[in-house]
């Protein structure tokens, strides 16, 4: 994963179908649809304030979580 200040490239492997980003109340602040196929997306941070988010990925093969301080 890479971050800069609006965005986030994110890596995964084949089968991922959906991103979600949670903030550490548990609530979800953005969804994205994976395309089939696809190993990587860039995901817009922008308009986010400062803090500790969460990334959940979902794919065929269970689920990911990452996490991302934006500064």
């Not at 990334?55 to 301080?69: I, W």
């Amino acid at each position: 994963m890479y971050l800069d200040k609006e965005s986030c490239h994110i890596h995964f492997g084949l089968g991922a179908r959906q991103i979600q980003l949670y903030n550490l109340q548990g609530k979800v602040i953005r969804e994205w649809l994976v395309p089939q196929g696809c190993i990587f997306m860039d995901v817009s941070l922008k308009n986010l304030p400062t803090g500790i988010y969460l990334f959940r990925v979902t794919e065929n093969q269970g689920v990911k979580g990452m996490r991302v301080v934006k500064i």
